[in-house]
């Protein structure tokens, strides 16, 4: 009898041990509506962990989907957070309506889901178009917490903008649009290694950037560079900027991003490509949870508020 015992307890063990996801794609999927109708897909691990629990949600860049963060999924799986993976509207498995892609559409997909949950407050970690869609959330949402930016986009403007700085702007914002979209994107994928970036790295960037409906790419590029989304306020919360010079960095980027962010923890890169948190996966995780650990773990939830400030310079800084 004993012996039967311990077999069906060991037997439960193992049932149990099998049911533990190894990877993001063994997280089931999950759904929510937003504007009448917009299914957005995404995962949470640790869903029932009680509200003392700090939840880190993580937002793709353009072309991409929930699943350029596996290697933050196999690194915080076994942590006490709550992690969270968004496929934005128009990406991975949400719905990709014939609509305006505006950071307004991104931050009440990203809303919606945080609210459906009940969660509050988070560590919103952006990559590329991720960063901008995080940081807009948090201008005009209820959620607070911190940001980290991994190679984010961002426009810079104060008014004294020279013609040919205007003429730039509206030509990236009207890269994608027209039939041959695709090909334009394949080289502007081609245009992210670094190198010392890792052909896997490229492999799943051209397997999934290159996929996005035209209209998705061409009305997210042409919003992305509207002079109204980018506002030169002060956030008073903790930031975690790491970027690469391989993504066209000013010499001055570090002090552009300190105007914005007072509570800033910078890191600037030299071969790393775009991808930052695939390349050089280990460092960036550990820089993370350390972030995490220093600024949110044990610090009262802060929110955005603008504050005012010297406005920085006029320039679109990264791809």
Same mark, same amino acid.
């Given at each position: 009898m004993n012996r039967n015992i311990i077999i069906l307890l060991l037997t439960m063990l193992l049932v149990g041990c099998s $049911? =533990?996801? =190894?990877t993001l794609d063994d997280v089931k999927s999950e759904f929510i509506t937003v504007d009448e109708g917009v299914k957005i897909h995404y995962k949470i691990w640790n869903k029932t +962990?009680?509200?003392?629990?700090?939840?880190i949600c993580f937002v793709h860049g353009f072309g991409c989907d929930m699943n350029t963060w596996e290697k933050q999924f196999e690194a915080f799986r076994d942590e006490d957070v709550r992690l969270l993976f968004i496929d934005l509207p128009g990406y991975g498995m949400s719905d990709k309506p014939v609509t305006d892609y505006t950071f307004d559409f991104f931050a009440r997909a990203i809303d919606g889901v945080l609210n459906a949950n009940g969660i509050t407050d988070a560590v919103f970690v952006g990559h590329s178009l991720g960063t901008p869609v995080c940081r807009h959330t948090l201008m005009t949402t209820a959620h607070g917490g911190a940001l980290v930016d991994v190679d984010g986009v961002y426009c810079f403007y104060d008014g004294s903008e020279t013609p040919e700085y205007v003429e730039a702007v509206e030509q990236f914002g009207h890269s994608f649009d027209g039939p041959d979209c695709r090909e334009v994107i394949t080289g502007f994928v081609s245009s992210l290694a670094g190198k010392v970036t890792p052909q896997w790295v490229t492999d799943y960037a051209m397997s999934v950037m290159p996929e996005t409906p035209q209209y @998705? +790419?061409?009305?997210?590029? =042409? $919003?992305? @560079?509207?002079?109204?989304w980018w506002p030169n306020d002060q956030f008073s919360i903790p930031v975690m900027v790491i970027c690469t010079q391989n993504s066209g960095l000013e010499p001055d980027?570090? =002090?552009k991003m300190r105007a914005l962010y007072p509570q800033l923890d910078y890191t600037e890169l030299k071969d790393c490509g775009h991808f930052i948190h695939m390349e050089q996966a280990e460092m960036f995780n550990e820089k993370l949870k350390k972030f995490i650990t220093i600024n949110v773990l044990h610090m009262t939830v802060t929110r955005y508020t603008p504050a005012d400030q010297p406005e920085a310079d006029s320039r679109f800084i990264r791809k």
């Open positions: $049911h =533990q996801p =190894q +962990a009680n509200t003392e629990v700090k939840t @998705v +790419a061409s009305s997210t590029m =042409q $919003h992305l @560079v509207e002079r109204k980027n570090e =002090q």
